[in-house]
Nanobody, 115 residues
């Protein structure tokens, strides 16, 4: 599976962005998909994960502000980010996990939130 992330950019605090992650290749059986982020000098962390059954797991820091969604017809996953804060500044990565726990990562898209 190949993943192409897009939609990052520069936004003021309180603003919104929508990230996209387009999947291609042999998608087949899937365990789940999600978004991670890595801020400068920090480890990569989970933002949100959605299972094939539709269960979601959001990081506490983004609950109520970020929403994951998908368009199966377009094989695209989205992350709607509202009420952005400077601490949301990071490179955002999408991840796909196929059955058998085979992981694929997108290339990352930079989100910068100015105060």
């Amino acid at each position: 599976v190949q993943l192409q992330a897009s939609g990052g950019g520069l936004v003021h605090s309180g603003g919104s962005l929508r990230l996209s992650c387009a999947a291609s290749g042999s998608i087949g059986c899937i365990n789940g998909m999600g978004w991670y982020r890595q801020a400068p000098g920090k480890q990569r962390e989970l933002v949100v994960w959605i299972t094939s059954g539709g269960s979601t797991n959001y990081a506490d820091s983004v609950k109520g502000r970020f929403t994951i969604a998908g368009d199966t017809a377009k094989n695209t996953m989205y992350l709607q980010m509202n009420s952005l804060r400077p601490e949301d500044t990071a490179v955002y990565y999408c991840k796909h996990q196929a059955c058998g726990y085979i992981n694929s990562w997108g290339q990352g898209t930079l989100v910068t939130v100015s105060s």
